[in-house]
């Protein structure tokens, strides 16, 4: 059984810092692309970053870039996102997710079937 388990949220004003941490069990981590999504109140679970099992290659919402940043420790089978200069806009839950095997794509819910509870993140203007 896969397990995710974000942590790291909070309340913070506009500007400031969070890092997220995922950590993973279950499956070996270092083989697994991994994903970051969020989600807003009434709104549609949408893709923050990805970022390949060596790290090697990462992806980014448009709204993020040069802002968050990935990383992973596979090691220690944990996903991070350093979110800096933060907006209110910001403001949602934000989930990590393992893709599905064979998949090729990074953009869609749809192609990560395992996915953690969640963490809040809340940004004040």
């Known amino acids: 059984q896969v397990q995710l388990v974000e942590s790291g949220g909070g309340l913070v004003q506009a500007g400031g810092s969070l890092r997220l941490s995922c950590a993973v069990s279950?499956?070996?981590?270092?083989?697994?692309?991994m994903g970051w999504f969020r989600q807003a109140l009434g709104k549609e679970r949408e893709f923050v970053a990805a970022?390949?099992?060596?790290?090697?290659?990462?992806y980014y919402a448009d709204s993020v870039k040069g802002r968050f940043t990935i990383s992973r420790d596979n090691a220690k089978s944990t996903v991070y996102l350093q979110m800096n200069s933060l907006k209110p806009e910001d403001t949602a839950s934000y989930y990590c997710a393992v893709r599905r095997l064979y998949s090729s794509g990074y953009y869609s819910p749809r192609e990560y079937d395992y996915w953690g509870q969640g963490t809040q993140v809340t940004v004040s203007s």
């Open positions: 970022i390949s099992w060596s790290g090697g290659s990462v």
């Open positions: 279950g499956r070996t981590v270092s083989s697994s692309f």
